[in-house]
């Protein structure tokens, strides 16, 4: 078995804080909003691994097929001994990818970050046991806040997989690509996918399935700032919306009051007041076109080599190199 390291770059004092400063400004902002990152405690992270598996969402098993049908032109292409994963969560995807990079002989360690030191663990330990060639270092840390914690001793492909791009507003995308290329070398490669804009009629329901699952999610978010800081949401008195916004090209997903009420959140000493029918944001999921996702990593300092998308054009996987 291969020996695993797990690097702790921020502590759970550290992201307490992180969440008591996000929920603080986004609910004294005008109007609320919560960061999407808060959404994965352990309910939250098994609910969305039931949202992967709906039939309304369609995300993960198309870009799992993208990586299905490329992974080993993508081995071939970065030629990388190291293959550096963003969120990694599960990593269940990436097994994919594994198992090309090792077929193809030049991977030699895989590098899974996430916030949880659980989800990390976890897999992990599933992965020495299918992989027991491949070198194993997670690494706990904020997506956003941690490429100065990557390795550098060899030749790397970061991967930012799940459209989770998309989380991010345009300012900072922009920022987080730009950090991610200032991280790589020239001739590294950033392997990274994204949803595509298409109709509203089959958006929507990816983020407002039949069966509530994505409900459940998204006012979980409530129960989490309950149990961490001592709030008093009832969620059962939030709805659940999700809906296209054509003019940004994205999805948000809200909670909207159904009643005029009052939360206090005791860690904070903060009262929050909601009007009814009044709507907190919780995520936005961008969906992009591919002139503007090229000008977004161009303009970051990457070449695009590959850009696949499945037949109904609903996602991407692309393949950038660092330019000089």
Known sequence: MSDIALDVHISPERLLEDLRADVRQGLTATPKWLSPKWFYDATGSALFENIT?????????????????HAFDIAEKTDAPILVELGSGSSDKTRLLLTAGLKHGSLERYVPQDVSPSALEGAIDQLSREFPSLGVQGIVSDFTDTLQNLPADGRRTIAFLGGTLGNLIPDERARFLADIARALVSGEFLLLGVGLVIEESVLVPAYDDAAGVTAQFNSNVLSVLNTRLGADFDPQQFEHVALWNAEEEWIEMRLR????????????????SFD???????EISAKFRREGIDRELVDAGFRIDEFWTDPQERFALILACREK
Not at 276 to 282: A, C, N, P, V
């Open 53 to 69: 598996e709906l039939p309304e969402y369609y995300p993960t098993r198309t870009e799992r097929a993208l990586i299905e049908a």
């Open 276 to 282: 009814e029918g009044e709507e907190l944001r919780t």
């Open 257 to 272: 009051a159904r009643t005029a009420q009052h939360v206090h959140i005791a860690d904070l000493e903060l009262d929050v």
